[in-house]
Every structure is written in structure tokens, then in C-alpha cells.
């Protein structure tokens, strides 16, 4: 991590705004003021001004028992209809939300008042079947608008999805299945991935196979499937439905209930330093709130003229917060796009842009150094000059991908908003303003107004300017995590333990700079999470995967900085004797390279597998990660002093080589 802190120390490019920008910004400086003056003064009233309230709240927050906040408490809302029919009831009926542009290049169109009248139906089609306050909705779903649909539906009637990434095997499913106790399923029978019909059918049934013996009680009465890729599909009669069977039938009035601001809204699982995924639970009261704010100040909606685009898939955070809940809730327009960037064609999202004119694109760092490998020429080809807006999110920017994406996507005239946030944290926390912030290529820079962060030492105490550290929040805010669903001990001791003596500092994982004029660079996590592609992936998951396979007697996982995805999955495995003995050792890696893809899901894969005699330990038997980390970079191995034998890293070295 060294060079890459030396490097950024170098970088002193500045970006002032553009007047004729701030001009007509949506945010102003005196955002930052009001929430500096009175907090919580300022959420009520972002959660008064953005957001429609069947019963009004009274308190702000209860932080009287932390870490577990209450916001809007007594306040209640219904989270669709904030979503949907107020924008309906307000004449803006006709105005489009989704733009959904299919790979193989269908495209749809959908209204606010179409969007509204589709969840109603669902939402008639999910209480019909027993859905209702408190209970989970599994949604397993490709980049389709009824993906969209199904997460307001649920929403709409008091439940609480739980989204699984398309990509995600059979097996990720269903311990997310039963981990939250799903009564129902949505699926398609396949989406389309890089020109090929991807099917989720078959996952969905493998993962309600018959569980004799699995000492597991099923919980699924339902599965409900939406007909995208037109593959052939199993039937399980009784308990599968077809979407487009059921929801046209069912009653288009749905009248939107009001619940409490602190119901549960969802749940998603991330990877975190064990094995097994967490749980985050997100609201819905303080959700609604910061991601409306956060949408609509850092990507400076406007919502009568903006064609938005997140390119992130639903089954992630980013997802949730910048494709469903922040821009509907804001009303905005927006692009829905269900493949690949390079399916049919390298060019096209730029196509995507053209073709709807869109002004605000909100990606990932590991698209944009794709793209700057494939070269300027292939953007180039298309008319980008509708974009006002670049946002990046999910993992270190470098400072060169930030220059190019400002320079070859943006004319040199956008400004480019690096936003630094987590799955935990529901919605952005540190991010320049567009129109206010003097902006630094690589820093996402500073906290967002209401939101308090801080970059400390071990002992949490302040590092000061020009210092290296822990990035902290230290006052609670309205979208955070409410706890890891069914697990409050992991949710204290993961991230409020390491610095409970400072009164409620949230740990993010982490590691953080702040320059001279106390700008934050984020630098990395600094446990065993990876990052790869901007997906959260954990050592020790990927660990437990290979050792489940017959082959493998012991296994450790870094992850190694890579060009393209940031940083790539590389393990080090030891193969048992007894298999050896009676199986050849060729080709053995790279099955276990797809092992892995089968059991988590393809983003898992390693992109090396090294089979090695033995691993590096210290005395007390923990893998030093560190060492494999100089190997897989193709470092000098760093200080071997604690091992218990000094002599492995050189036979390791020679191994890999
Ligand atoms: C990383 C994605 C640097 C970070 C929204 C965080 C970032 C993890 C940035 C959360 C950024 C996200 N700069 N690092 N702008 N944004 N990260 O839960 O390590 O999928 O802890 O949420 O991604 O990943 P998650």
C-alpha cells in the first residue's frame, strides 16, 4: 500500500467548478452550514422535504441505546408510494422512469403512472399469497423492470426483500434463502449476459431441492417467475407461478399503507472476515431519507430534465440505493440497462448515452480503467455531449482513471464526484459536491453534510492532517445499518467494539488519508475483505469453498493488486496426499478455479490458483496473508522472522514461479 499512498501524495491536479455549474447547482454551501449548526435539526427537515409522511415524526433520533439508532421513530411512511403514486398524485404521471434497454436491444419505456399501476397489481398478487408486514421476499432477478417492480411491491406491503445478485450460485442462494426465512421467491427463467440467455430457474430449484437430511425447515410456500430469456424451465406445480399469469389478473387499487419510519425495508448480505455473509438490515424512514438527499445533492437532479444512469446491478447497495430508492423517490428519469458493457459491441454504453441523452452516469472505477485500456477511440465514436455529471463508486479511484473519465467521457467539463460509501451505510457519506467542491483526482474528499467521519489511529485518536489512519463515522446518520439480521452480538463486536471507549464510533474496515487541507483518500480495506470489480468479496468465504472440495487439504486466499478489477483473488492450496495418489495433478487448478465460480458464484473465481507444498504460519498457526500478498504481486517477500518456518516463503516463491 505504500506506493500507492507515495503516489497519491504526488497527485495536485485541482478541478474548480464551473460557475455557469454552480449557477444552477442543486446544492449550495449553506447545505453545510444548516447541518453544521443543528444536525438533527437538518435531517428532520430533509426528512420532511423529501419525503411524504402519512403521520408526521416527533424525534429525530433515539440514540439512547447505541449502537442501535432509531430515526423518525413515531413517524410513518409507506416507501413505495414515496416512490410511485405521490409523483402520479403531483401530475408528473406521465414523465418517464424507467428507459430499460434489454442486451440483445429490446428497450421499454415506463412511466411513473405504468410503474405505479405494475407494483399495485404485484403488490395484490404478493398479499393474495400471504406476504405481508415483516415477512421476507427472496429476489432473484437479471436487470428486468420487474426487478424493480418486485423490490417496491414488497416494499409497498410491509415486507422485506432480500435481493441475491443473478450471478450468485445455487448455494449463495440458499443459505440467503434460509439465513432470512423466505416465504416467497422472485425469479426469471433466465437474463440475458454477453449475448447468451444466463439461466436462474435451474438455481432457484436446485436451491429448494429436496433438503432430507439438511436439518433445515423449508420456508418457501412460492416461487414466482418472470419469463425473460424464454429457456425451458422445470415446473413445480402447486408452488410456481408465473408472473405474467398472475400480475396482469390482479386489481390495479392498492392503496399504500403507512408503517413505521424504523420497519424493516430490507435486507441484503455482504461478505464480511468470515465465512458466512452478514445480513445488513436497512429501514425505512432514515433510508428514504439519505438516499433521496444524497441523490438529489450529489448528482444534482433535476428532475423535469435528467436522463440518470447507475450502471450498478440491483443485487448490490449501490443498486438498492441509486436505482431504486434515491432516484424514484426523486422522481427522476432514468436508464435501466440489463447486460454486459461489451455485449454486443465495446461501445456500448456510450451507445446507451447517446441514445437517451444521458446527463448523469454513476460507475465503477474498474469500468472505467476497462474502457481506458480498449482506448478513447471506442467512446469517441459516440455523441457524449449530454453528460454534466460523472460519479464513481465501490472501490479507490486512481488518479489517472479519474482524469480520464473527467477528460475522454466528460469533455474536460464535467465534474467527476468520487462517492466513498458501504452496504452498511446504505447511502453515500463522503463525496465532493458538484458546483461547490474545488475537486482532487483519487479523493473522495469530504463528508457530506449531516454526516460526521474521521480518520484515527489504533487508539482512535485523531491522526491530523497530512496523516494515515482508520476511517470512522462518528455521530450515528439516518441510512445506517440497524444491525446484521438475526446476529446483534456480530453487528457490535464488528464494527462499534474496536473503539467503544470513544462513545459510539463506527469502524468501517477502511484504511484512510487526510491531506493538508483534511481531504479524505481512501486507501483500502484493511481486514480480509477483497474488492474485486467493486464487489466485496471475503477471504475466508472463498477459503471455506476450496477446502470443500475433495482435493484440497488446506487453503489461504489474498487478494493482489490487479490493473483492471483493483484487486484480483489469488489462492495458495495444498492438495492432499491421498488424492495425489491416485489422481493426476494437471488441470487440477483450474478446476478448482471453477469450483470456486460454482459454489459462490463466477465473480469469486480466483484469478490464480497456486498449489503449494506448504503455507506461511506463525507459531501460533495463523496464516501470514501478508507474505502470499508479496508473492502474488510479484514482490520481494517481506520480513519471515515470525514464521514458524523461515525457510517456506522461499520453497512458496519457487513453487509459483
Ligand atoms: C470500498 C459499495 C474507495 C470500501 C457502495 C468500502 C470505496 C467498500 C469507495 C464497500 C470509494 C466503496 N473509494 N473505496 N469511493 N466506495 N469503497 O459494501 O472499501 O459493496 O468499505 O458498497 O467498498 O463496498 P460495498
Redesign the pocket.
Known amino acids: 500500500m505504500s506506493s500507492q499512498i507515495d503516489h497519491l501524495l504526488d497527485e495536485d491536479r485541482r478541478f474548480a467548478p464551473d460557475p455557469a455549474f454552480t449557477a444552477q447547482a442543486v446544492a449550495t454551501a449553506e447545505l453545510y452550514e444548516r447541518a453544521k449548526a443543528d444536525r438533527l435539526g437538518f435531517w428532520g427537515d430533509e426528512a420532511r422535504e423529501l419525503l411524504t409522511w402519512s403521520k408526521p415524526f416527533t424525534e429525530v433520533l433515539d440514540w439512547s441505546n447505541p449502537p442501535f439508532a432509531k430515526w423518525f421513530a413515531d413517524g410513518e411512511l409507506n416507501v413505495a408510494y414515496n416512490c410511485l403514486d405521490r409523483h402520479v398524485e403531483a401530475g408528473n404521471g406521465d414523465r418517464v422512469a424507467l428507459l430499460w434497454e434489454g442486451e440483445p436491444g429490446d428497450s421499454r419505456r415506463i412511466t411513473y403512472a405504468e410503474l405505479t399501476d405494475e407494483v399495485k397489481r404485484v403488490a395484490n398478487v404478493l398479499a393474495g399469497l400471504g406476504v405481508g408486514e415483516g415477512d421476507r421476499v427472496a429476489i432473484y432477478l437479471p436487470m428486468i423492470p420487474e426487478a424493480v417492480a418486485a423490490m417496491l411491491a414488497v416494499a409497498r406491503v410491509g415486507a422485506i426483500h432480500s435481493v441475491v445478485f443473478g450471478g450468485f450460485s445455487a448455494d449463495s442462494l440458499r443459505s440467503r434463502i434460509d439465513d432470512a426465512g423466505a416465504k416467497l421467491v422472485i425469479t426469471a427463467d433466465g437474463g440475458y449476459r454477453k449475448g447468451k440467455v444466463s439461466a436462474l430457474k435451474p438455481a432457484v430449484d436446485q436451491a429448494l431441492a429436496d433438503r432430507n437430511g439438511s436439518g433445515v425447515q423449508e420456508t418457501v410456500e412460492h416461487v414466482l417467475v418472470v419469463k425473460r430469456g424464454g429457456n425451458d424451465v422445470e415446473w413445480t406445480e402447486g408452488r410456481d407461478l408465473w408472473w405474467h399469469d398472475v400480475v396482469p389478473e390482479a386489481p390495479a387499487d392498492h392503496v399504500a399503507q403507512g408503517f413505521p419510519a424504523e420497519n424493516p425495508l430490507f435486507i441484503l448480505y ?1 461478505s464480511g472476515t468470515t465465512g458466512k455473509p452478514k445480513g445488513i438490515l436497512h429501514t425505512s424512514g432514515g433510508y428514504a431519507t439519505q438516499t433521496a438527499f444524497t441523490h438529489k445533492n450529489v448528482f444534482d437532479l433535476h428532475p423535469e430534465s435528467d436522463v440518470y444512469w447507475c450502471t450498478a446491478d440491483i443485487g ?3 443498486g438498492h440505493s441509486y436505482v431504486v430508492y434515491g432516484p424514484l423517490a426523486n422522481g427522476a428519469t432514468q436508464v435501466l440497462y440489463e447486460g454486459t458493457p461489451d455485449a454486443p459491441h465495446p461501445g456500448r454504453w456510450w451507445e446507451i448515452v447517446e441514445k437517451y441523452g444521458v446527463t448523469v452516469l454513476y460507475t465503477a472505477p474498474t469500468a472505467i480503467r476497462s474502457f481506458m485500456k480498449i482506448g478513447r477511440a471506442v467512446p469517441h465514436r459516440f455523441d457524449l455531449s449530454s453528460l454534466r455529471v460523472l460519479g ?6 486512481n488518479p489517472e482513471a479519474w482524469v480520464w473519465y473527467r477528460s475522454v467521457i466528460g469533455a474536460d467539463r464535467t465534474p467527476v464526484v ?7 451505510t446504505g447511502a453515500i457519506m463522503v463525496s465532493a459536491l458538484p458546483g461547490i467542491t474545488e475537486t482532487k483526482p483519487g479523493s ?1 474528499q469530504v463528508a457530506l453534510p449531516g454526516i460526521s467521519v474521521d480518520v484515527v489511529d489504533e487508539e482512535g485518536a485523531h491522526v491530523g492532517n497530512g496523516n494515515g489512519g482508520l476511517l470512522v463515522i462518528t455521530e450515528p446518520w439516518p441510512s445506517m445499518l440497524r444491525g446484521i439480521w438475526g446476529d446483534p452480538e456480530r453487528f457490535v463486536e464488528t464494527y462499534w467494539e474496536k473503539f467503544a471507549d470513544k462513545g459510539g464510533f463506527y469502524f ?3 484504511g484512510a488519508r487526510l491531506d493538508e487541507d483534511g481531504d479524505v483518500w ?1 486507501l ?2 484493511v481486514d480480509d475483505v477483497m ?1 474485486v470489480s ?3 468479496l471475503s477471504t475466508a468465504e472463498i477459503e471455506s469453498a476450496l477446502v470443500a472440495h475433495e482435493a484440497t487439504a488446506e487453503a489461504a486466499v489474498v487478494g493482489a493488486s490487479d490493473e483492471t478489477t483493483g484487486q484480483a483473488v489469488v489462492a495458495f492450496v495444498i492438495i492432499k496426499e491421498s488424492y495425489l495418489a491416485e489422481h493426476a495433478p494437471e488441470g487440477l487448478a483450474n478446476d478448482l478455479r471453477l469450483w470456486v465460480g460454482e459454489q459462490i458464484g463466477p465473480i469469486a473465481r480466483p484469478r490464480d490458483v497456486y498449489i503449494v507444498g506448504e503455507l506461511p504460519k506463525t507459531r501460533s498457526g495463523k496464516i501470514m496473508r501478508r507474505l502470499l500478498r508479496d508473492v502474488a504481486e510479484g514482490r520481494e517477500v517481506g520480513d519471515t522472522t515470525t514464521l514458524a518456518d523461515t525457510a517456506v516463503m522461499s520453497v512458496i516463491s519457487a513453487q509459483v514461479k
Open positions: 455482504t448490490w447497495i449501490t464513481s463508486v465501490g472501490e479507490p479511484i468520487d462517492t466513498w460509501w458501504q452496504t452498511e473522495a468501517a474496515g477502511d481512501l483500502g480495506r474488492n467493486g464487489h466485496r
